[in-house]
């Protein structure tokens, strides 16, 4: 039996332990919804464009906080890995930040940015950034002082030996840090749009919740798990496998 396959046999029931759980409560449909009502809003929120609309208003802004987070991650990784100084610095603040969930900065984005999109793009990139430092940090370290130490003697310094041998041979790692970065900024995205304004899932999120409706709050629920496994296993698993292979590493 194939992974796929299992993990379809197993969804299936879990769908149907759904259904019959949610006839047999007692409850109300609006407060313990059933699987096929909640398919039915889900169908009826992507046919009328509501939920295709909040997809790519987060996706726009999940794309502009990664793609900051993971520049500034590149670049606070150099310069720890490069200078002592900034080592004992930058990287010490960077380590206790890591421990900081990104939502707690959310009451700082409110007061200096307002309830906009500026507040969840910088939630987003705050989410990220300490974790692809980090990451960086140690996918620069680990470069075999071998590749290192024959580069020099055939005389690569400088942008040349950073660029043919520290990142190629860092990329193994950095892959793997982009992969758990994604997973923490579409997290913070999610908890910025779910307490903020403009649009998005999570925003929608907060307008079943406000309605009552239920079965909209799972149907997004679903949507966002969708994406984010979608993003995991056929994006940044399969980059992080191929990088593996080819630098001989599985």
Known sequence: MTTALRRIIFIAILAAIWEVTSRLSGLPAFMFPGLFQVLETLFN???????????????????????????????????????????????FLITALQSIPSIVWFPLAIIWFGLNNFAILFIVTIGATWTMTINSVSGFKNVPTLYQRVAKTFGSSGLHFLRTVIIPASVPQIISGLRIA????WRALMAGELLGAGGGLGHLLETGRSLGQMDLVISVMIIIAIIGTI????????????????????
């Open 45 to 91: 929120g992507i046919i009328s464009g509501q939920i295709i609309v909040a997809i790519g208003q987060s996706l726009g802004r999940l794309l502009i906080g990664f793609t900051i987070a993971v520049s500034l991650g590149l670049l606070f990784g150099y310069l720890i890995w490069r200078y002592k100084l900034v080592e004992d610095t930058l990287g």
């Open 231 to 250: 993003m995991d296993n056929v994006v940044f698993l399969k980059l992080e496998r191929r990088v593996q292979r080819k630098w001989g590493l599985a």
């Open 182 to 185: 994604w997973a923490f900024s």
